[in-house]
């Protein structure tokens, strides 16, 4: 095997990092910011059950709202699936799947390199790792500066003994309470994306005040606010008051539970918004001076969400969310911001 080269912070400026390799990001087009294609949710202590031939879609509604728990739903290995899933969008006038299946939850970076011939889709790889729980026991002893160095080779190098470089550092993972683990990591994060010039992307904890305890953190280790997106606001805030004052911060929220309809989430309890519901407060914020700190996605990482199982699949936010912003009156500027030049700005190497 031949040794991969080290690409420099100089050749990589200007430029987003595919799978494939450096692209101009004018050729990103369309772009889904928070998706998994080849993904292992299962909790690590179940992952011995078999998961062959996926999630029966007659338990469509049960598996939708809680009452069952099958590993066959939260574990996606199939390249070929994920390959057609992908090519729906291309179909529907999509460009880019940024896929955040990193430490913690089972990573494939040769299958997305697969995908992404098959599809015909781009996608751009996350790195680092997933909430506490689901991370290795090995990484308990490890020093901010070890996740720091890995991070930045998985941009620079390679990530998880391939040749296959990372486009965004993230979805780093906290849950809540926030461990020191989880905070050691998200440090190295911010360690990566100063020394890279990498977008960093952050699952926060399912607690509605951690987006801001974040900010606060991120501004203490000089995060660049404005290239950092906390995921996951659907099911993290409700009111105005904390969603403008994150918004004043600088940072970039992400609605990326598109295509979840559902009042009856498992992880939370908590209300669920609705696309319709989505696309309502996303406007307040525009209204407001913040149309460039927007991007939405579908996290999907159950398979019952895929089309080939019943569910809305990736092109919904094409099909389906972005003629409803239409008729609520978002202009194709506004769209096109959301879409293409807000990710386009993210995905580029500063
Ligand atoms: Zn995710």
Redesign the pocket.
């Known amino acids: 095997m031949e040794m991969n080269m080290r690409l420099s912070r100089n050749e990589m400026r200007g430029k987003a990092q595919t799978v494939l390799g450096l692209v101009d990001p004018a050729t990103l087009g369309q772009t889904l910011m928070?998706?998994?294609l080849i993904w292992d949710v299962t909790r690590p202590s179940r992952r011995d059950a078999s998961t062959k031939g996926g999630p029966d879609p007659h338990d469509y509604w049960k598996l939708m709202t809680g009452g069952i728990a099958d590993p066959r739903n939260t574990t996606q290995r199939d390249r070929g699936l994920a390959a057609r899933e992908a090519a729906r969008i291309v179909e529907a006038g999509g460009g880019t799947i940024v896929e955040?299946?990193i430490g913690g939850l089972v990573p494939d970076p040769e299958g997305l390199v697969e995908v992404s011939r098959e599809s015909g889709a781009q996608i751009v790889m996350g790195c680092g790792h997933y909430v506490n729980d689901y991370q290795d026991l090995d990484n308990s002893q490890r020093t901010i500066d070890s996740f720091a160095q890995e991070m930045i080779d998985q941009v620079q190098l390679g990530a998880w003994g391939t040749q296959i470089r990372a486009g965004i550092v993230g979805?780093i993972g906290c849950q809540w309470p926030w461990t020191d683990l989880e905070k050691r990591v998200l440090a190295a994060a911010v360690v990566a994306q100063r020394e890279t010039g990498a977008a960093l992307t952050i699952?926060p904890a399912r607690h509605q005040d951690h987006p801001w305890i974040l900010v606060e953190f991120l501004k203490e280790q000089g995060a660049d606010l404005p290239r950092t997106i906390i995921?996951?606001i659907d099911r993290t805030i409700f009111d105005d008051d904390r969603l403008f004052c994150l918004a004043d911060s600088g940072v970039v929220l992400e609605w990326?539970l598109f295509g979840q309809e559902n009042t009856y989430y498992a992880h939370a309890d908590i209300d669920m918004p609705n696309d319709g519901m989505r696309i309502q407060t996303i406007r307040r914020l525009i209204d407001r001076g913040h149309l460039r700190q927007i991007v939405i996605s579908h996290?999907i990482?159950h398979v019952i969400r895929l089309a080939e199982f019943g569910g809305h699949g990736y092109a919904h936010i094409q099909q389906k969310v972005l003629p409803l912003m239409r008729k609520r009156g978002y202009s194709d500027d506004e769209i096109n911001a959301i879409m293409i030049d807000n990710p386009r700005r993210l995905l580029t190497f500063v």
Do not use: G, Q
Request: proline letters at 0%; a negative charge; glycine letters at 0%.
């Open positions: 928070h998706e998994h955040l299946t979805e699952h995921d996951h990326d996290d990482c």
